[in-house]
């Protein structure tokens, strides 16, 4: 159904039931809904488009047992009437945009078995005392709001909770051993929030948890707990155990292995140490083992290969070092494996090539040596294969085609030779290919113009030659996947040479001579040159001084103006990225051979001087892996320069606007996840706080696995005691600037947010908010908002699928809240980043459950 419901229905007076789930009703509830109906038992409009407040009448529902308001946009407060339902069993009002206290009476309604509030923008305490009204309740989902305090001793009284779900608010203090009196407990959630340890730092709570034997799910992950795992874990009974981020520290305990129920355990993000425990082979039923970015070190021990039912293994980012066990070609249930950027220093053992079944593999970033055998092809299964950043030696085999559900191939930065193999086109679902930084010689195979899914394409670094293929994927590709080959020819677009039709049909001899004869003739071209720097060089040293002057903003080594000249041929055009409001921006080669971006500042323009400072005092301290990296500073009296990282994809602009791009729903939405997660950190993160002030998608790069990076800190405002500051030279670029600066000047936080949310909306409609159709009344912010009422795909990017519809629409809400006029009403960038993660995984776990 579509429409408003009709009126008609609450004049009913002998109403029992009232069920309008899932249908595209709109339109508010009329203010007197319940006045005529007395009878009324179940009202329920569960995932709809109402919105308004909820009215006040509802109190008069005197029958009401079930009321059901979720997945909406209802706005407002919850309306103290609601207490009045003294027979209500179930109330559901999750995933709406409802904000304020939660009265105090609704923990008094005795009844209440179900007590769904989670989405939405609730905030305050829980009262002290919530237990004790709460008798008959078994589920509290809260999560995803702004509950702050305590979480009080007395809900341990609501002795039937089965389900409790307090994640995602900013809870305090200590956790309640008081919890351990749930008995009849078996879902916990009390991720991130701000919990902490009592003085004592022990996990008291984990030990009074032993006493609930029907808990199956404990969630605490993204909390300052800062302890040690008590020995008492091995007597839980848990089957999912997530503690990522917690700043959990010491060794994993012996006892882990008694906890024989566990089917998933998650320990990521911590300060672990030490081995781990052999102990581990009593994790008989162990699906799920995920130890990543923690300080374990020894070697992978073979009671890992005892896990039979081991599916995923993920062990990235430790101290691990020694061989891989042999033992792994056992392991028959492993899906997914990841060790990458640990010390292993072996050879990939042949029994590893026997997971006829394993999907993902991730090896990169150890020192593994060998050659990959022809026993690859046995991998039939595999998604995902990267073995990058290692010493594999030997030829890519050409087995690797018979790999016909991979997706993402990356051999980089190794010691492979030998030609592409052609039959890699055979692999057609092949959509990121990374074969840069090795030996590999001969020509690139003209077949990969068949792979029509290959969106990602690095063979720079190589000693590649002949022509670059021009149709198929090939179009889209730049001159950053070939750069730095032996003598590859094709479009003047990827700033290579023309292929000459004559000389390619020459004999190889006479190849061979022109090859020499220009080597020499470009050799002694270089000579000149050099003579005639180092003549130049040792005038101006007599004549006039250079000052270097080199700020190296914590970077190993110093970079000099002349380095600087030869990395990007001399401030050429053709290595021009692009110009901004302060200078231009160059591609270059280190001689160390690292790709670099150097933005050189116009000295012409007189806020230049500042910018640069402005710019080196912002990144100095900042250190976050979606800011884009300054590696150093040049200057000196007539020359001001920042070496920054290089981005080899570009802006986001050129993605959302170029026709030879094209992102898609999730990778949009992963971009717009990183950038938030940058300014979490420049906001709430960093020592001290940093406004942005120009965040648009021009100043959005992204790097070769498109993860995003902000850049340009030329206008950027440190913020010391205060949290915000006037400031009326502040040179942002329309569109994107919230109300405030123009009005008063004022620069803060809630100022990047406004921008984020400009960002938001232009990333999913592909709209500037510059674009030619707003005028007058008409801006991107007012259209979106007119436009949620209604069929919200026909704003929306057309190059993203229908399906995506819920997703939109909670993205551009989320992204209208970010630009509510008022600073004050704007969400922050904390609960921004959190949204969004969630609508992220909802969206997979549903693509995951259509896909079964």
């Not at 061979?512 to 005038?539: A, D, E, T, W, Y």
């Not at 080196?616 to 001001?640: E, G, W």
């Not at 109300?739 to 947010?753: C, L, T």
Request: hydrophobic share 40%; aromatic share 8%.
């Amino acid at each position: 159904y579509t429409g408003e419901i009709p009126d008609s229905f609450f004049n009913l007076s002998s109403m029992i039931y009232i069920n309008f789930d899932r249908n595209n009703l709109n339109g508010t509830l009329p203010n007197k809904m319940c006045d005529q109906l007395p009878q009324l038992e179940m009202f329920t409009v569960h995932v709809n488009h109402l919105e308004g407040l909820i009215p006040q009448s509802i109190g008069n529902c005197s029958s009401l047992q079930y009321l059901s308001l979720m997945d909406n946009f209802f706005t407002g407060s919850i309306p103290m009437e609601i207490s009045h339902l003294n027979q209500l069993l179930i109330l559901e009002l999750g995933n709406n945009s409802l904000n304020g206290y939660i009265p105090s009476k609704v923990f008094n309604i005795s009844t209440l078995e179900n007590l769904l509030l989670e989405l939405n923008s609730f905030s305050g305490m829980l009262p002290s005392n919530m237990g004790l009204g709460l008798p008959n309740l078994q589920e509290l989902h809260m999560y995803g709001n702004r509950f702050f305090g305590n979480i009080p001793n007395s809900i341990s009284n609501a002795s039937n909770l089965f389900h409790l779900d307090l994640s995602e608010n900013e809870f305090s203090g200590i956790i309640p051993s008081s919890l351990g009196d749930l008995r009849l407990i078996q879902n916990l959630f009390l991720a991130n929030n701000n919990l902490t340890m009592d003085d004592s730092h022990e996990f008291n709570f984990l030990t009074s948890l032993t006493s609930c034997r029907n808990l199956k799910y404990l969630e605490i992950s993204d909390n300052s707990l800062l302890s040690k795992l008590p020995n008492s874990i091995g007597n839980l009974s848990v089957e999912n155990f997530e503690a990522s981020s917690c700043g959990i520290n010491g060794n994993i305990p012996l006892e882990i292995g008694n906890m024989s129920n566990m089917i998933r355990l998650s320990l990521s993000s911590n300060d672990l140490n030490g081995p781990i425990p052999i102990t581990i082979k009593g994790l008989h039923k162990l699906q799920y083992l995920d130890l990543d970015d923690n300080g374990l070190q020894g070697s992978i021990i073979d009671e890992l290969c005892g896990i039979r039912s081991l599916s995923e293994l993920y062990l990235t980012s430790n101290n691990f070092f020694d061989v891989l066990p042999t033992c792994m070609g056992n392991m028959t249930s492993l899906r997914k494996f990841h060790i990458g950027s640990n010390n292993l220093n072996s050879n990939i053992p042949s029994s590893f090539w026997n997971l006829k079944d394993i999907l993902e593999v991730n090896l990169s970033s150890n020192v593994l040596m060998g050659n990959l055998p022809f026993e690859i092809n046995n991998l039939r299964a595999l998604v995902l294969l990267d073995v990058s950043k290692n010493k594999i030696s030997g030829n890519i085999p050409p087995t690797i085609s018979f790999l016909k559900t991979l997706e993402t191939l990356s051999l980089a930065n190794n010691k492979l030779k030998g030609p592409i193999p052609t039959s890699l086109s055979d692999i057609v679902s092949l959509s990121f290919l990374d074969l840069s930084q090795n030996l590999i010689t001969g020509e690139i195979p003209k077949s990969l113009e068949l792979v029509s899914s290959l969106k990602y394409l690095n063979l720079s670094y190589n000693r590649l030659e002949g022509e670059i293929p021009n149709g198929g994927p090939f179009k889209s590709f730049t001159t950053q996947s070939f750069i730095h080959n032996k003598a590859l020819c094709g479009s003047p677009l990827l700033q290579v040479p023309p292929c000459d039709k004559h000389i390619r049909k020459m004999s190889v001899r006479k190849k061979l001579l022109i090859i020499c004869s220009s080597s020499i003739i470009v050799v002694f071209g270089i000579l000149i040159v050099v003579c005639m720097i180092l003549r130049m060089h040792k005038r101006k040293k007599v004549g006039n001084p250079i000052e270097k002057d080199l700020s190296t903003l914590g970077a190993p080594r110093r970079i000099s103006y002349y380095e600087l000249l030869q990395a990007t041929n001399g401030f050429s055009e053709s290595n021009l990225l692009g110009k901004g409001g302060f200078g231009s921006v160059y591609q270059g080669m280190l001689s160390s051979g690292k790709m670099v971006a150097v933005k050189v500042l116009d000295l012409n323009l007189e806020a230049t001087s500042r910018s640069f400072d402005v710019e080196c005092k912002a990144m100095r301290n900042l250190r976050h892996r979606n800011l884009v990296q300054v590696i150093t500073s040049c200057s000196n009296v007539d020359f001001k320069s920042i070496v920054m990282e290089f981005m080899t994809n570009g802006s986001l602009e050129k993605w959302l606007y170029s026709d030879n791009y094209r992102l898609d729903f999730l990778q949009r939405l992963n971009i717009m996840i990183d950038v938030a997660y940058a300014l979490e950190y420049l906001h709430h993160g960093s020592s001290i706080t940093v406004v942005h002030c120009d965040l648009k998608p021009s100043n959005v790069l992204l790097d070769e696995d498109m993860v995003a990076h902000v850049r340009d800190f030329g206008i950027s405002k440190l913020l010391d005691e205060e949290h915000s500051k006037t400031h009326t030279e502040t040179l942002a670029t329309l569109g994107y600037v919230a109300p405030e600066y123009g009005s008063k000047g004022v620069i803060s936080v809630k100022g990047d947010v406004y921008s984020y949310g400009i960002m938001l909306m232009e990333i999913f409609t592909a709209k500037k908010p510059t674009n030619e159709m707003f005028a007058e009344e008409l801006t991107l912010k007012t259209w979106i908002s007119e436009s949620m009422a209604k069929s919200i795909m026909e704003i929306v990017d057309f190059n993203l699928a229908s399906q995506h519809e819920k997703e939109i629409r909670e993205i551009l809400d989320l992204a209208l809240r970010c630009c509510e006029d008022s600073p004050d009403a704007r969400i922050n960038m904390t609960d921004v980043t959190t949204s969004l993660i969630k609508i992220k995984t909802s969206f997979l776990l549903l693509k995951k459950e259509i896909m079964k």
